[in-house]
C-alpha cells in the first residue's frame, strides 16, 4: 500500500518525466529512435525514489502517454507509440527504474556518487538498451546486430545523462532522502 506522501512522489516523477520530453528529440537519420532527455528521468526516479516507487513513477507516465496526452519527447503520445520502432525502449522504462532503485537501495548505507553512476549505468543504459534493442529489431524488422550497431551512437549521451542523474539524485538524497535505510 501506498502512502499519500508516495503517491504524491510518484506523481511527481511521472511529471519531471512530462517535462524532460519538452526538450526536442534529436533524430538520428539511420535508427528510427531519436535521442530524448526522458531516458535520464528513468534513472532520476529509481535513484531517488528507489525500485517500487521509481517503476510506478514511470509506469503512471506511460499510462498517460498510452491514454492519449502528448508526453513524448516530440509532442508524441497514444496507443500507438508502443507499436513503433520506440516500443522496447517504453517498455524497457519502468523496468530500468526499478533496477536503477533496487541498486540504489542496495547501495544506500554506502551510497556515493561512484555507486549512483553504476546504478543508473546499470538501470538506465544496460536494462534499456537490451529490450530496446530487441524490440527495435522486431519491430523494425532489422537484424538484431544492426539495430544494436545503430544504439552504440546513443551510449555517449547516455553516459552524461548517467553522470546528470548520479549527481542529481546524490544531491536530492543527502538534502532530501526519499529512500529509507
Known sequence: MLSTRDMVHVAL???I???LGLMPPVPV???PVPITAQSMGVMLAGAILGAKRGALAIVLFLALVAIGLPLLSGGRGGLGVFF?????FLVSWPIGAFV???LTERFWKRLNFGYLLAACAAGGIFVVYVIGIIGLSLIAGLPLEKAAAGSITFIPGDLIKVVIAAFVAKTVNRSYPVIRA
Open 13 to 15: 516523477f511521472a511529471a
Open 29 to 31: 537519420g539511420f535508427v
Open 17 to 19: 518525466m512530462a517535462a
Open 84 to 88: 513503433g520502432p520506440t516500443a522496447g
Open 100 to 102: 536503477t532503485g533496487w
